[in-house]
């Protein structure tokens, strides 16, 4: 680290579970961010200006003036941009010297490739066909998934590792029959429950990759902002699960 970076992440290296060792670890990781919305947005700001050396950040969409609410890595001029190259622009601008990819086409042909190149991925999307393909691919290619959710006032976030012999996988939490969208576009976000959710799931990537603390591994934590209530259940491997088993 030069001059420059050290003073810009001294109050990082100034926390003992952090210093120089977990900085520079954290310079010289990649992490993958799937969807840059209600939960991506907070999520890339934070890794970007938290100083992950290399953030790929995937995305097909553009910009809407409904988005603008709560996905706060774009502007009221991004509106119409592919949202990938608002995101990068603003995290850029924040932080010039980590490295940003764009990703507009990701797919499940090329899913795997991603997912291989990073050392975490962060799932902010919101339905399940794609949760479920995500999952599919850190279990195979053996890479943690930090998993958010949000939808009107409630937030789950999780850390699964499904590739370790007694940890669950995101497709043992929810089995494939039965599951409903519940996406904020059919039922409506507050929009500082996004951002919570966002951050708290910046904060545990930076705890896996740093190995710090509870990590949330093999558990969900539920969020009510209503009633400003945080609880955390334990979730089994499930013995049938077609991905993990
Ligand atoms: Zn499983």
């Not at 995937?58 to 592919?82: C, K, M, P, W």
């Not at 980590?98 to 090329?110: F, H, P, Q, R, Y």
């Not at 976030?157 to 499904?162: R, Y």
Request: hydrophobic share 40%.
């Amino acid at each position: 680290m030069n001059d420059q970076q050290l003073l810009r992440y001294s109050r990082q290296i100034m926390l003992p579970e952090v210093g120089i060792e977990g900085q520079e670890a954290l310079l010289g990781s990649t992490m993958l961010l799937i969807g840059m919305g209600g939960l991506g947005a907070p999520a890339a700001l934070y890794l970007a200006a938290a100083g992950v050396g290399h953030l790929i950040i995937a995305d097909f969409d553009t910009v809407e003036l409904s988005n603008l609410q709560r996905q706060v890595i774009h502007y009221t001029n991004d509106i119409g941009r592919l949202k990938v190259d608002s995101a990068k622009e603003t995290m850029q601008a924040i932080n010039p010297t980590i490295k940003i990819t764009c990703v507009s086409d990701l797919d499940e042909g090329n899913l795997s490739k991603w997912v291989g190149l990073s050392d975490i991925v962060l799932d902010g999307t919101d339905n399940f066909e794609t949760r479920f393909k995500i999952n599919q691919a850190c279990v195979a290619l053996k890479k943690p998934l930090v998993s958010a959710a949000v939808i009107r006032l409630e937030g789950q976030l999780s850390v699964f590792k499904g590739y370790e012999a007694n940890q669950p996988c995101y497709q043992c939490l929810y089995p494939k029959e039965g599951t409903d969208n519940n996406n904020c576009t059919d039922n409506g976000i507050l929009a500082p429950v996004a951002g919570m959710l966002g951050t708290m799931q910046a904060l545990q990537a930076i705890k896996v990759a740093l190995n710090l603390g509870e990590q949330l591994v093999g558990k969900l934590m539920i969020i009510d902002a209503l009633d400003c209530s945080f609880r955390t259940v334990t979730i089994s491997k499930d013995a049938n699960c077609p991905v993990c088993q």
